[in-house]
């Protein structure tokens, strides 16, 4: 057996929270490619591997933030022409009539981005040219072109806004809005880290006595169940920030190791057994940041996302009460908590121990480390007062709160037992509708009647900006001096407001923003809808998980919702392209909420004659 695990030492260096970062920049990557294996064939690496084969001239740009596999797809081009991936940036041949920027902000100044550009530009009519640019970097080189600046800036613009644009031989990739959750992506990304065949024990492992971490951990992520709450996660940030698969391969990575090596874990577990590793290092606990400082989290704006989930924050009855008693949880919960198969009488710290079956099924209190079953049957039946406030301070508990992480655990790997990973989301997550919005956009993508989600949706609107709830009067927008009667957050009963003008609901439609060409080349996920008027682009409300919280909130309770500064900046600006566009009402109109029932009143004004 080899000392190490190569497993982990790669997994340790594709972190981006700390020194060893290998895994962030493609230079840097072969010799943990060497031990994980090949990329994950992502659609983006798919197409560009297949038009190299082909030959056919023409040039694709690929834009986008750093980390979201451009020069993965560069090293793919590479390697279909038979070739390896060039050190420099600049524009290079690597194979007869194919040509690369591997980089266009790797050139030193805007000149040499200008030349290299018009150079590939030129080139495209009779080979093959792929570039990789920044957004920013990009535009600033168009600038500098003539004849084909205008085309080229106006297929960036379109690409930025629909994802992917062509004309001609000319193709721009907006790889920001890739998405590693993919139905036909995700697990192949997880099990890149975490498959079987990586994990065999080293030498020394602790995985058959008292457990290892890291063992336990990566078993963990082979489980479907697991796989699909991670990625309830990932879908949930998607919303807050551009997922890069970088960041996702790093925290998925933090997740099973948390940058501790084989040999740090089998010297805890000589110092301390059983007691060594606990939760705490649990892929539950990590996937969320735990064992960061607040720092570094607020660096990873998809690990921000996440942890705006509130997992494990909300109180659930049933899954609390498993916990104090798992004999009257289903078996499957019961062997989360590490009840043992026969109840054993004998007393002392031992006993705390008996039934864990991995480090994910302990806890550290004052009194011991012990498992979750032992921990609820100390609170509920001891009569040692110690030992109690022990177990009550360790649910708690500041660094390692256990009723936390025994909701998470549950919601990771027993969603059956919630009645399904929607009612799960909906029990355990701050995000109570996350999956009614996830449903809703697979079915705007198919095709399928929506008219009742629709009318719910200008509910919740309308209440949110005048405090009329609802939407037999259309979508109601406010005279721009009235937008937002009341606070959304407050408490405070909503002011009537001037009615500017109405909008039948039969005007409204609900569309997916990835369609058509971004679909062929890119990683797709349904995480987002778009409320258009009149079917026009340039009218549209983008309707993401917070923005999407917000309205049903709104729709159902009528009452006070959490809402977020972009999501009503993002209100603002929807309803304020409605007033200019959209013709006022003819006649005066109030939307007030304070009469009973809530109305939109006309005002008639008095007429005054000649006496």
Known sequence: MPSENQAVWALNRLSIFGSAQGGAYREHYSEIAAILGSDVATKLVTRTTDWCRTGESGIRILTGNAGTGKTAAAEAFCRAAGTTLPRGDSLEEVATGKWLIKDLSGLPNVQSRVDALGAAINLSANAQALVCA????????????????????????????????????????????????????????VLYLAREELWAPCDGCPVDSTGCPHQANAAALRNPDVRQGLRTLVRLACGEAVPTVREVLAILSWSITGAMSCEDVKSAERDSGAAAFTSKHSYFA???GHGLNLETIERSPLLVGMRSAGLGDMADIEVDEWLRDSSIAPETVATLAGQPAVQNSEAGPRADLVGTASPLDRIKTKVGTMTFHRLGEIIATSEDVS??????????????????????????????????????????????????????????????DTILELTEIVTGLNFLVTGFSSANEGLVVPDPSCLFARNPGSFRPARPSLVHSQVDVDRLSLRVPDVGLVVEELDVDRVELQLAVDNRSEVTLKIGPRMHEAIREAALFQGPVGHGIAEMTDLRSFYGRLVAEGEGVSRLRVADPIAEPPALISITLPRFSNA
């Open 134 to 189: 920044n957004e920013g970097v990009l535009r600033d080189a168009l600038t500098g072109l003539h004849q084909e600046s205008a085309l080229l800036a106006d297929l960036v613009d379109r690409a930025l806004r629909q994802g992917a644009a062509r004309s001609g031989n000319s193709l721009v990739i907006n790889v920001n809005r890739q998405r590693p959750t993919g139905p036909d992506v995700w697990d192949e990304i």
């Open 286 to 288: 990590r996937v969320l």
């Open 387 to 448: 030992k109690v406030e022990a177990g009550l301070d360790a649910l708690t508990d500041r660094e390692e709160p256990a009723l936390q992480l025994w909701r998470r655990r549950v919601f990771f790997e027993a969603p059956a037992s919630l009645g399904g990973e929607r009612l799960a989301v909906k029990r355990l997550c701050a995000f109570r509708f996350l999956g009614d919005l996830i449903e809703l956009a697979e079915k705007v993508a198919a095709g399928v």
